[in-house]
């Protein structure tokens, strides 16, 4: 004979292992690592810093180009 199988309960582990496989394949698709993000999150600023060190100031120009703005 066989094992008596509680299906409330089976039905439950079965739609956790399909939510997980699906999670996976998000993960898989979609998703970025946390080193990848923080890869491009370092070359964006790095890149401001490069651009802002080489912004040009006019001699008598006291106020910032962010203040010009206002």
Same mark, same amino acid.
């Given at each position: 004979?066989?094992?008596?199988?509680?299906?409330?309960?089976?039905?439950?582990?079965?739609?956790?292992?399909?939510?997980?496989?699906?999670?996976a394949g998000n993960r898989m698709h979609f998703g970025r690592g946390k080193l990848? !993000?923080? &890869?491009? =999150?370092?070359?964006?600023?790095?890149?401001? #810093?490069?651009?802002?060190?080489?912004?040009?100031? !006019?001699? &008598?120009? =006291?106020?910032?180009?962010?203040?010009?703005? #206002?």
């Amino acid at each position: 004979m066989g094992d008596i199988v509680n299906l409330q309960q089976y039905r439950k582990k079965l739609k956790r292992e399909q939510a997980e496989r699906r999670a996976a394949g998000n993960r898989m698709h979609f998703g970025r690592g946390k080193l990848e !993000r923080r &890869g491009t =999150d370092n070359a964006r600023q790095r890149h401001e #810093r490069n651009l802002d060190s080489k912004q040009l100031q !006019r001699p &008598g120009d =006291d106020e910032s180009p962010s203040d010009r703005q #206002r």
